[in-house]
């Protein structure tokens, strides 16, 4: 009898381990998730800043200006 009692109690708390790892494990996940969309986001964001810089520096230039017709001096 003393024996099945141990037992048991040795599988409750592998259980117990068991479920601790387990959600352990689904918190990295999560954390894991949420880093990718972070990256994401800043990759974007920083696609976006350099789409920027890039048509401020055409503008600049007047290229762009001329081939839009943005501004028209006297023609």
Do not use: P
Not at 7 to 36: F, G, L, W
Request: glycine share 6%; aromatic share 12%; hydrophobic share 45%.
């Amino acid at each position: 009898m003393e024996r099945d009692e141990r037992h048991k109690h040795e599988n409750q708390a592998d259980n117990a381990d068991m479920i601790a790892r387990s959600m352990q494990a689904q918190q990295k996940d999560k954390q894991r998730e949420h880093t990718r969309r972070m990256n994401k986001l800043w990759i974007w964001l920083g696609v976006l800043f350099l789409v920027a810089i890039l048509l401020w520096w055409i503008f600049s230039i007047g290229f762009f200006e001329d081939t839009t017709g943005v501004t028209n001096f006297g023609n």
